[in-house]
């Protein structure tokens, strides 16, 4: 299915239900995905649990306000680290943005900003003039971020998201990883608030595990 139109699927798939609530205990294979084999977590000690996302996708912008609430809630020995997708070479661009913000010290004041640019302002992410406008009213050397998005270990991390992206079978955003072994989809979620009550209930089985 074409990207463009599998987003409007998915969109449709994460619209909010009122009054929507988990009645029955999430299944494999309809409510979530084991992974086999699983594959390695980087967060020690911890479950970790990883979205992946992209800048471009109208339903991970909408999903990030609860998104952020939800991640503020996450019991102490739970580690939320959220992963670009990469499933092209476009998504690979805007990885490298992501992980150049991180680079420079600024993701978490501009992750947000940069979605609203985005999806509210209709920024070209591609137009290089129009992006360095972007930045330097938000209080980044443009020349610096440009070296940060052409640096050796900017373009490595974006390898590694490619890699993540493939070994976990994303093939849409938002979707999410929990501890290495169960991923959960949009279509699988059914709503925003879906979603993460699945991926509460794989931290529990994770837990326990």
Not at 87 to 97: F, K, P, Q, S
Not at 141 to 162: C, I, L, N, T, W
């Amino acid at each position: 299915m074409d990207l463009r139109r599998r987003s409007l699927v998915v969109a449709l798939a994460l619209t909010p239900l009122a009054g929507f609530g988990q009645a029955r205990r999430p299944a494999p294979g309809v409510d979530y995905t084991e992974i086999k084999p699983a594959q390695p977590v980087g967060a020690k000690g911890k479950i970790e649990v990883l979205e992946f996302f992209w800048y471009g996708c109208p339903h991970c912008y909408t999903l990030e306000p609860l998104l952020e609430k939800w991640a503020v809630r996450l019991p102490a020995d739970v580690q939320f680290r959220p992963i670009p997708a990469v499933l092209n070479e476009g998504w690979a661009r805007e990885a490298a943005v992501f992980y150049a913000f991180e680079a420079l010290g600024v993701r978490e004041r501009l992750h947000r900003p940069f979605f609203d640019a985005i999806h509210r302002e209709r920024l070209d992410t591609r137009n290089p003039a129009t992006l360095a406008d972007w930045l330097r009213k938000h209080d980044v050397d443009p020349k610096r971020y440009e070296d940060a998005f052409k640096s050796f270990g900017v373009q490595s991390k974006v390898r590694g998201a490619m890699q993540q992206s493939l070994a976990y079978r994303i093939d849409g955003t938002p979707a999410f990883a929990v501890q290495g072994r169960y991923t959960v989809s949009a279509e699988q979620g059914r709503t925003q608030e879906g979603m993460l009550s699945t991926v509460d209930y794989l931290i529990g089985v994770a837990r326990k595990a």
